[in-house]
């Protein structure tokens, strides 16, 4: 554990050297708790070593591609954006690039935060060895520890889930998570919503060279809102073609 721990790394820093594909449909719940799937919405990423200046270029819409004269549009209205950045930060003062600095560090923080929950909140057993793309990982089923001090939301409702992961056993790099609730997850006290017991997230990553990336989140699951709305979905987010930028 002392190695995985060494060696997980939060998405974002992974992906920073590459472009690559992500599809994904975004789930929303309107003012009266209804939950909705949107389209399928393809992008290219871009990413940047600032996380603001990222660029994800919609290209597709359920497998449409965006209208030429449309995505020259979001294009330059990119670069505008980029470019005027690239000038508000050529002409900011110490202190403005101080204060600049410590915000990106603050967006960083929370993603940090509960990925050091994970480590505080389950107890992980080994259970078996399995191949996977070719590597050896080490399965280690994550039960919770009901006492646990999480310091995020997000670790609060970790206690509610139990499963496995899947880490390489030769560099301790993490390759799959699977885990599912194994009882309803209250969210704002109930009162806004509540995920049902057997709700399920699937993490998984393709192996790229010695780097395992990103490939494929999965989340399955149902619910309610506002105390009456039911709701149930079933959403993957994928991401392929990773090249070295």
Known sequence: ????????????????????????????????????VGPLRTFEVFPSADPGQTYKRLIAID????????????????????????????TETPAQQARRLERAERERRPAAAILEDAFKVFEPTVVARETIAGASTIVVEMTPRPN???????????????????????????????????DD?????????????????????QRLGH????????????GRTLLFRTFEVNVVTEYSDYKVK
């Open 63 to 90: 497998g449409k591609p965006l209208d030429p004269a449309e995505l020259r549009k979001r294009d330059l209205e990119h670069e505008r954006d980029v470019e005027n950045e690239a000038q508000r930060r050529r």
């Open 185 to 205: 997850v209250s969210v704002g006290w109930g009162i806004v919503g509540r995920l049902h017991k057997g709700s399920r997230i699937i993490v998984e990553r």
């Open 148 to 182: 646990a001090r999480a310091s995020t939301r997000e670790g609060n409702w970790m206690k509610e889930f139990q499963g496995r992961a899947w880490f390489v056993e030769e560099d301790g790099q993490f390759a799959r998570l699977d885990v599912h609730a194994i």
């Open 1 to 36: 554990m002392a190695l995985v721990r060494s060696a997980v790394r939060l998405d974002g820093d992974l992906q920073k050297d590459f472009t690559y594909i992500e599809r994904r449909r975004e789930v929303k719940v309107g003012p009266l708790g209804k939950v909705s």
């Open 211 to 222: 780097q395992w990336l990103p490939w494929r989140l999965a989340f399955e699951a149902s």
